[in-house]
């Protein structure tokens, strides 16, 4: 049985199955007879995409465009496997991850790095390279017409640097990919829900605040989260975000993580930081469990940024 679930707008959000249910999603749009994918998960997560599919009665032909936010292996590491199964569909994607669409070997060496070889091939499996003549480059503020629907693509460096969102006017909604952070479903109702996500290497404090101002200026009613879907009323949440992030950099200059133990003493404050306010129990063991794996990976890319910043 297929695990999604129904948005408004002819939106679907699709369970990646990435992990563990709930933690990442993939987008389908649906107009009239044409249907863009955006976030692909993982080669893994095919298998919910083509039951979804099959439940809607929507056939493979009808798939006209694969959009994955960025060419982190849980946002396009699937790519390759899609476009196998979507053959008339084309790869949209930002300017400078086209290359790791087509020749993904980088892109693997450096998830590889990160995780290790095991957990990489027990996480994303084989990664399809995909040919060059399918790959659609969008520039900053590109428009594509999914029939009647128009996608707006707009350049959101901060998380990545290669890292577009997508405006879908129709819904008044912005697909975030990772450059709005991330609010599982248990964070949702907190006042400081919505967490920046920055894993190694590219974090860039200014430019992530520029980027969450260019979202805003479409003035959206929703944001598509991938970590993990819809999210409502985003300004109310504007200040609170930026604020964290301003925490965040102060969280580096108090620890200065110099080498591998000052990214583990800044772990833990940034745990601790994460977890102020709720109280002690179940429900906060549960909470930092669900957050492990983000606070380690945002405390590697806070400590890489600073190093980085510290050397000029």
């Known amino acids: 049985m297929a695990t999604y679930s129904a948005l408004s707008q002819g939106i679907y959000c699709i369970d990646a199955h990435y992990v563990q249910p709930g933690v990442a999603s993939i987008y389908l749009l649906q107009e009239a007879d044409e249907v863009a994918i955006i976030e692909t998960g993982t080669c893994h997560s095919l298998k919910n995409v083509l039951a979804t599919m099959a439940e809607l009665g929507i056939d493979h032909s009808q798939v006209r465009y694969v959009i994955p936010t960025h060419v982190h292996l849980d946002h396009a590491g699937g790519a390759g496997a899609m476009m196998q199964q979507f053959e008339q569909a084309s790869l949209v994607i930002h300017p400078r991850g086209a290359r790791h669409m ?12 990160v995780y290790g070889q095991a957990k990489f091939e027990r996480l994303y ?18 428009c ?13 460096p901060g998380h990545a640097r290669h890292h577009f969102c997508v405006y879908d006017a129709a819904s008044s909604g912005v697909f975030t990919g990772d450059t709005f952070g991330l609010s599982y479903d248990e964070m949702k109702l907190m006042p400081r829900g919505l967490l920046p996500s920055c894993p ?49 950099v102060e969280l580096c200059n108090r620890t200065e993580p110099a080498d591998q ?24 063991d549960r909470f930092a469990q669900l957050m492990q794996t983000d606070v380690r990976l945002n405390a590697q890319g806070l400590g890489h940024w600073w190093r980085q910043n510290r050397d000029g």
């Open 125 to 142: 499996g084989h990664i399809e390279a995909i040919p060059e003549e399918r790959v659609v480059v969008a520039q900053d503020l590109d």
């Open 261 to 284: 133990a000052g990214d583990e003493a800044l772990e833990n404050a940034l745990m601790q930081t994460v977890l102020d306010g709720i109280p002690a129990g179940d429900a906060r």
């Open 200 to 248: 190694p290497t590219q974090f860039d404090p200014p430019a992530l605040r520029e980027s969450i101002n260019r979202i805003m200026s479409f003035r959206p009613d929703r944001l598509y989260l991938t970590h993990y879907g819809e999210y409502r009323n985003p300004a109310a949440q504007v200040t609170n975000f930026n604020r964290w992030i301003d925490q965040y």
């Open 102 to 113: 087509t020749d993904p070997r980088k892109l693997i060496e450096g998830t590889v790095a």
């Open 144 to 156: 594509h017409s999914l029939h009647s629907r128009e996608l707006v693509f707009i350049d959101t």
